[in-house]
């Protein structure tokens, strides 16, 4: 767990209660959980809701990693993510 705390920028952090951290440090967390997780699919609701642009990018690094091992990820966002090649669907009212 800790060397997935470093990965999110949450080293040295890991001994504090996740109710003392910022909405984007418990994102962060939430990810880092994630990556130790070791599941095939990954369902993800909003998950860069709060996390600053950098954080975002290391987030949709993650991503790609997961996806370029076999991984699955099924996501629902507002924000455009950079998670490679992938199929997407957009859903919207018509016209």
């Known amino acids: 767990m800790e060397a997935a705390l ?10 504090l209660r996740g109710a003392v951290l910022s ?8 990810i880092a959980r994630l990556l130790v997780s070791r599941r095939r699919v990954w ?3 909003e998950p860069t809701t709060a996390l600053d642009t950098a954080a975002q990018a290391r ?5 790609r990693a ?8 099924v996501a629902a ?4 993510l950079d ?3 992938a199929d997407e669907l957009r859903l919207g ?3």
């Open 77 to 80: 966002t507002h924000a455009p």
């Open 6 to 15: 470093d990965e999110v920028g949450l080293g040295g952090l890991g001994r």
């Open 93 to 95: 009212r018509p016209a």
């Open 66 to 73: 997961h996806l370029s091992g076999g991984g699955i990820v």
């Open 43 to 45: 369902i993800l609701d």
């Open 59 to 63: 987030f949709c690094g993650f991503v």
């Open 83 to 85: 998670f490679g090649p």
């Open 23 to 30: 909405a984007g440090q418990k994102r962060r967390l939430a």
